[in-house]
Every structure is written in structure tokens, then in C-alpha cells.
């Protein structure tokens, strides 16, 4: 009698404790020879592999094992007449509807009165949920992985081209500082409660970005929206962002937002099948037309707009600058 069952319990009693143990178990537990039949077959193994016990027990225990994974019961059985016990072993089984799920196996042999080996038991665990969870944890960090990688490199890009166009380090650090926030605020809206679409990437509002990027402005800016917002998928984020910000450190330093009496209002509407955005500045200093040379932000809003077909106009009027800007939705 097993260590573990009283010895004042008579065979027969021994029994259907063991087998109302098995047959309530979470687990599905099975027995088979050492030829790979099946001779016993639990509620929970019926549960998880959908074979009846009528349906199970006398056929091969390969109707569970994917034939990719057959080499793995050759090994079992030969490690079972070895007398060895496995433990925890993971891998793929097979339901009746052919469907794989995720199992941890733990198989020992089964000895007669003798001692002499007869056959095996199998416990087999469902671990497909633990199994998504790691997945979705590797998944998760391979994302935050292309995202740093991708954050310093535009960092870099900004370093480097900044200090091409400043004429002091003040210059320097104020046009790189903004730069860096709008980057990494709008990098902060895409964190917090991704939003997935169809095709698996995560999108951001253009007006939640307008939002975060205006947030230093506070009291300055209005944005109202005319029919449904546009989502910024997480491809084109930082390129958008940018050019914003450009626009915005423009007219901080030179229009609308330079000045406490200057006010700046974003208005989003569908013109077509196009997103038109109207940015218009009043309030501030006289508007000048546009440098000759190109700067580097210049270079960056062109390069931001052709990066998702975007088209933009200028109007220097003579109660503020107005930019009109048409965003394809489907390029976003």
C-alpha cells in the first residue's frame, strides 16, 4: 500500500479513495502500457483533450501528440521502462478538434505487486494561459526594445542637426530641450492605455497630441473639432509630433504664442476624404514672410510632411499667420 494512504483502510476502500482522487482532479491523468496504449482516462482529460473515456481508453496515446512530437513519446516510454521518472516536462498536445494547447507532463512508471514495471501515468497540466502571459511579456519588451532604439536615434538625429543651425549654446539648448519634450510626450500618449486597431499597431489622437504639445501654453491655444478626430498611428507619431512642434516654436518665438495677448486656434475638419487642420494666430506680433534659407525646422516640417503625403499653406495676413494643412487619413 502507497506511504501515502492510511493502512487501516482495506484494498477495496484504498481504491475508491484513489480513484475519486483522480477523477477529481484539475489535472488530466492518464495510464497507458508500455506499448503507448491507453487504459485510463479522467474527467479533466476529457475536459481538456475532448476525447470521451470510451472514445480514449484502448487507442494509442499518440491521438493526443502532434506528429511533429511523436520522437517525444518514443523517448518517454524508453525512459519509462528505464524505471525514470519526468518531471515537468513542457510541450504540445493535441485535441480532438486538432487544436494544440500548451502542457506540462509529468510521467512516472507503474509497478505491479512484484515491482516490475507495466506501464505509466501521465499528468498533464494546462499551461496555454501562462504560455500567452510569456508570449505577451516577450512580445511587450521587444516593443519597449524598438522604441528606445528608435527614441535615441532620433535623439541623435536632433543633436546633431540642432547644432547646425544654432548660433549659441542658449539657442542650442532651448530649440534642443523643446525638441526632446515633444518627443517624448508625445511618446507618453502612446503608453498609458494603448489603443489597438485592426492590423495590431496602437494610434494616438491628432488632437490629444495637439493637446500635450500646446500644454506649455496654457490659456493660449483653443482647439475645436468639426466630425471625427484623426488617429495617429504609432509609425508616423514622432514625424507628426516634430512638425507640430515646430510650428509651435515658431510661433513662440516669433507670432502668436511670443506675446501674452497672442492667442493661437487649431481647428480640425474633413474636407473630402482629407483631414484639413487650420492653424491661426492672432494676437501677435506682425507676421513676416518665411526666411529665405532654409533652417533645420523648415527642413523638418518639409520632410514630416512628405513623410505622410501631406500638404501645407501658408497665409501671412495681417492679423496673424494662418497655415492650412491636408493630412490623408489613410497615410496616418
Known amino acids: 500500500m502507497p506511504d501515502f494512504i492510511d493502512p487501516q483502510l482495506s484494498g477495496l476502500e484504498t481504491g475508491a479513495w484513489l480513484a475519486a482522487i483522480i477523477e477529481c482532479s484539475d489535472d488530466a491523468i492518464i495510464s497507458k502500457t ?33 506528429d511533429e512530437r511523436l520522437s517525444e ?12 521518472r519526468i518531471e515537468h516536462f513542457e510541450t504540445l498536445r493535441r485535441t480532438r478538434g486538432g487544436e494544440l494547447v500548451h502542457v506540462s507532463v509529468t510521467v512516472s512508471p507503474v ?12 499528468i498533464l497540466r494546462d ?48 530649440a534642443l530641450s523643446g525638441r526632446i519634450k515633444s518627443l517624448a510626450r508625445a511618446h507618453a500618449l502612446t503608453l498609458p492605455d494603448l489603443r489597438w486597431e485592426r492590423d495590431g499597431t496602437a494610434s494616438t489622437p491628432l488632437s490629444a497630441l495637439l493637446h500635450a504639445i500646446l500644454e506649455p501654453f496654457p490659456g493660449q491655444f483653443t482647439i475645436t473639432l468639426d466630425g ?24 513662440a518665438k516669433y507670432g502668436a504664442l511670443s506675446t501674452q495677448q497672442g492667442r ?21 506680433p506682425s507676421p513676416a514672410p518665411e526666411r529665405p534659407v532654409e533652417g533645420f525646422g523648415s527642413r523638418l516640417v518639409r520632410a514630416s510632411l512628405n513623410s ?16 492650412v494643412m491636408t493630412i490623408p487619413p489613410a497615410r496616418v
Open 34 to 66: 508500455l506499448d503507448g496504449v491507453i487504459t485510463s482516462w479522467n474527467a479533466a482529460a476529457q475536459s481538456l483533450f475532448g476525447f470521451t473515456p470510451e472514445e480514449a481508453i484502448g487507442q494509442p496515446i499518440t491521438i493526443i501528440i502532434p
Open 73 to 84: 513519446e518514443t523517448e518517454i516510454l524508453a525512459q519509462v521502462r528505464r524505471g525514470e
Open 111 to 122: 509497478r505491479d505487486g512484484d515491482g516490475q514495471i507495466q506501464g505509466a501515468s501521465k
Open 127 to 174: 499551461i496555454t494561459q501562462r504560455k500567452l502571459a510569456e508570449d505577451g511579456q516577450k512580445l511587450l519588451l521587444r516593443e519597449m526594445d524598438h522604441r528606445i532604439k528608435n527614441l535615441f536615434a532620433v535623439t541623435s538625429a536632433l543633436v546633431t542637426l540642432s547644432a547646425r543651425d544654432a548660433r549659441s549654446v542658449e539657442d542650442l539648448v532651448q
Open 228 to 251: 471625427q478626430d484623426l488617429p495617429i498611428g504609432n509609425h508616423h507619431l514622432s514625424s507628426v509630433a516634430l512638425m507640430l512642434h515646430e510650428l509651435t516654436m515658431n510661433a
Open 264 to 284: 493661437l486656434t487649431v481647428h480640425l475638419s474633413r474636407s473630402g476624404e482629407n483631414l484639413e487642420l487650420r492653424w491661426t494666430e492672432t494676437g501677435g
Open 308 to 323: 505622410i503625403s501631406a500638404k501645407i499653406e501658408r497665409q501671412w495676413r495681417e492679423e496673424g499667420l494662418v497655415i
